[in-house]
């Protein structure tokens, strides 16, 4: 009652500058360049229309009932709980591969664990440890710095009247893999003496997690993939989609692409692309979490979604009328 009472006020007040409008409305079509607070009569129509289809959304909201929407939204701040621990532990787990790569490289220079080598040692592993750690080294090795039963190569020479062979140099104890075998896991055990328990729990993850990581940049590729395909088809199908948009997704699937390049190139670049995707992921993952609880706060009382169905109410009736009066 209130709100016709206004706008009957209001019709009456404005007759004299809205009057001929209204009258030339009623009799027929409105021309082209025809313009109401600014805005043209089709923009006001598609105004119109957009408010009912929220107003509809609030009928779906309904049938999907409070319970799913909070049980929605409990599941994915789970999901960005996780994925931001899975972050947060491979970024720790990339210093700790860092440290380790450091060390092996000093232990290399430093071996035989009696010759001349660099002071301090490296890292905050103190001299005792890494004295320690040189002659467990050098004693695994077998006392050799270099394999026996390894060769780097193979050189081939034509000596007349025949092809001669003769055996390459033979390759450091760390170079081959009988070596690397070895080091490795004394390199590894000394770094995770040294290690913060959040370091040791992010170790252990990445060691099992490594798939999952792996998977991660596969399904955000997939997707970027199965996107940026769908809009060129589309683009050419029908020529009236804008060029931009059309492209972005070309362009999100030429950068994911350089992305997965890096994942399969050299471990830095590999780690930060990984990293870079898995936040990628987390916020596509985060998107929704929002809006679900916003509306469960709605619906979660006891009239549900009672301010929702008022605003529904409110978008058609107005809706309605925009669209009458572009009609």
Not at 4 to 20: K, M, Q, T
Not at 178 to 186: E, K
Request: with cysteine.
């Amino acid at each position: 009652m209130l709100v016709g009472a206004a706008l009957l006020v209001f019709a009456v007040l404005s007759h004299d500058r809205w009057g001929p409008w209204w009258a030339s409305w009623w009799q027929g079509p409105l021309a082209a360049d025809g313009q109401l607070l600014g805005l043209s009569i089709l923009a006001w129509g598609r105004i119109g229309k957009v408010s009912q289809f929220a107003a509809g959304l609030v009928i779906i909201l309904d049938l999907i009932g409070p319970d799913a929407l909070r049980a929605y939204g409990t599941r994915g701040r789970r999901r960005l709980t996780t994925a931001r621990r899975r972050i947060t532990y491979t970024r720790v787990a990339a210093r700790v591969l860092d440290k380790m790569q450091v060390l092996e490289n000093r232990v290399k220079k430093d071996l035989p664990p009696t010759g001349e080598r660099e002071q301090p040692p490296p890292l905050s592993i103190d001299h005792d440890t890494y004295q320690t750690l040189l002659d467990d080294v050098f004693e695994a090795f077998d006392g050799e710095l270099t394999c026996r039963s390894c060769t780097k190569s193979v050189v081939t020479m034509e000596v007349q009247p025949q092809r001669v062979s003769i055996p390459g140099e033979h390759p450091s104890k760390w170079d081959c893999l009988h070596g690397r075998t070895i080091l490795g896991p004394y390199v590894e055990a000394a770094v995770l003496d040294d290690l913060t328990n959040e370091e040791k729990a992010a170790w252990r993850y990445s060691g099992r997690g490594g798939v999952q990581r792996w998977a991660l940049g596969g399904s955000c590729l997939g997707l970027l993939v199965g996107v940026g395909g769908a809009m060129l088809i589309l683009k050419f199908l029908m020529p009236v989609v804008p060029f931009p948009l059309a492209v972005t997704p070309a362009l999100l699937l030429f950068w994911s692409g350089s992305a997965f390049a890096m994942i399969t190139s050299e471990p830095d670049q590999r780690r930060s692309a990984a990293i870079a995707l898995m936040w990628l992921w987390a916020l596509v993952q985060h998107l929704p979490v929002l809006p679900a609880r916003f509306i469960t706060h709605l619906m979660d009382r006891a009239q549900p979604a009672h301010p929702l169905r008022w605003a529904a109410a409110y978008l058609f009736i107005a809706g309605s009328l925009l669209d009458l009066l572009a009609s």
